[in-house]
Protein backbone atom coordinates (compact mmCIF):
# COMPACT_ATOMS: atom_id res chain seq x y z
CA UNK A 1 0.00 0.00 0.00
CA UNK A 2 2.55 2.35 0.57
CA UNK A 3 4.81 1.87 -2.61
CA UNK A 4 1.13 2.72 -4.27
CA UNK A 5 1.06 5.67 -3.06
CA UNK A 6 4.18 6.70 -3.18
CA UNK A 7 4.15 5.73 -7.05
CA UNK A 8 0.47 7.68 -7.26
CA UNK A 9 2.42 11.25 -5.28
CA UNK A 10 5.56 10.32 -7.85
CA UNK A 11 3.17 10.46 -11.20
CA UNK A 12 1.81 13.63 -9.64
CA UNK A 13 4.90 15.47 -9.32
CA UNK A 14 5.72 14.64 -12.88
CA UNK A 15 2.34 15.41 -14.04
CA UNK A 16 3.08 19.30 -12.46
CA UNK A 17 7.04 19.09 -13.70
CA UNK A 18 5.90 18.49 -17.37
CA UNK A 19 3.44 20.98 -16.98
CA UNK A 20 5.87 23.74 -15.69
CA UNK A 21 8.70 22.97 -18.06
CA UNK A 22 6.91 25.03 -20.44
CA UNK A 23 6.56 28.03 -18.45
CA UNK A 24 8.85 30.48 -17.71
CA UNK A 25 10.33 30.29 -13.83
CA UNK A 26 11.27 33.26 -12.01
CA UNK A 27 12.80 33.63 -7.90
CA UNK A 28 11.85 35.43 -5.44
CA UNK A 29 13.84 38.56 -5.87
CA UNK A 30 13.11 38.27 -9.65
CA UNK A 31 9.16 38.76 -8.51
CA UNK A 32 9.75 41.07 -6.08
CA UNK A 33 11.42 43.08 -8.44
CA UNK A 34 8.43 42.82 -10.69
CA UNK A 35 6.18 43.36 -8.21
CA UNK A 36 7.79 46.60 -6.96
CA UNK A 37 7.19 44.46 -3.79
CA UNK A 38 9.86 42.98 -0.86
CA UNK A 39 10.45 39.15 -0.65
CA UNK A 40 8.58 39.04 2.39
CA UNK A 41 5.80 40.43 0.66
CA UNK A 42 6.16 37.52 -1.90
CA UNK A 43 6.34 34.91 0.96
CA UNK A 44 3.69 36.51 2.35
CA UNK A 45 1.68 36.11 -1.07
CA UNK A 46 2.74 32.42 -1.32
CA UNK A 47 1.36 31.74 2.03
CA UNK A 48 -2.02 33.20 1.30
CA UNK A 49 -2.38 31.24 -1.99
CA UNK A 50 -2.16 34.05 -4.01
CA UNK A 51 0.99 33.29 -5.73
CA UNK A 52 1.79 29.17 -6.09
CA UNK A 53 5.17 28.19 -5.69
CA UNK A 54 7.18 25.36 -6.55
CA UNK A 55 9.55 23.55 -4.49
CA UNK A 56 12.80 22.61 -6.43
CA UNK A 57 14.71 19.64 -5.08
CA UNK A 58 17.86 20.82 -2.39
CA UNK A 59 15.66 22.43 0.07
CA UNK A 60 17.08 25.82 1.39
CA UNK A 61 14.20 27.68 0.22
CA UNK A 62 14.73 26.87 -3.84
CA UNK A 63 11.09 28.31 -4.64
CA UNK A 64 10.63 29.07 -8.34
CA UNK A 65 6.78 31.00 -9.63
CA UNK A 66 5.67 30.76 -12.85
CA UNK A 67 6.18 34.38 -14.58
CA UNK A 68 2.23 33.87 -15.71
CA UNK A 69 0.89 33.97 -12.00
CA UNK A 70 3.12 37.07 -11.18
CA UNK A 71 1.03 38.71 -14.25
CA UNK A 72 -1.93 37.35 -13.47
CA UNK A 73 -1.29 39.36 -9.97
CA UNK A 74 -0.07 42.38 -11.39
CA UNK A 75 -3.77 42.53 -13.68
CA UNK A 76 -5.69 42.07 -10.41
CA UNK A 77 -3.94 44.91 -8.99
CA UNK A 78 -4.94 47.31 -12.21
CA UNK A 79 -8.45 46.09 -11.84
CA UNK A 80 -10.57 49.18 -10.66
CA UNK A 81 -12.52 48.63 -7.04
CA UNK A 82 -16.02 49.42 -7.27
CA UNK A 83 -16.98 52.10 -4.66
CA UNK A 84 -19.74 51.52 -2.93
CA UNK A 85 -21.73 54.19 -1.18
CA UNK A 86 -23.50 53.89 2.40
CA UNK A 87 -26.11 55.89 3.00
CA UNK A 88 -25.42 57.63 6.47
CA UNK A 89 -27.78 56.53 9.05
CA UNK A 90 -30.99 58.89 10.04
CA UNK A 91 -29.75 61.36 12.71
CA UNK A 92 -31.76 61.22 15.65
CA UNK A 93 -33.36 64.66 17.21
Request: some cysteine; overall charge positive.
Amino acid sequence: MTQARWSKDRCAVAWRNAALASQVLVTRREAAEILASSISTIVRLENAGALPAVRLRGGMGRVRYALSDVERLIEAARKPVERVRIPNRERRS
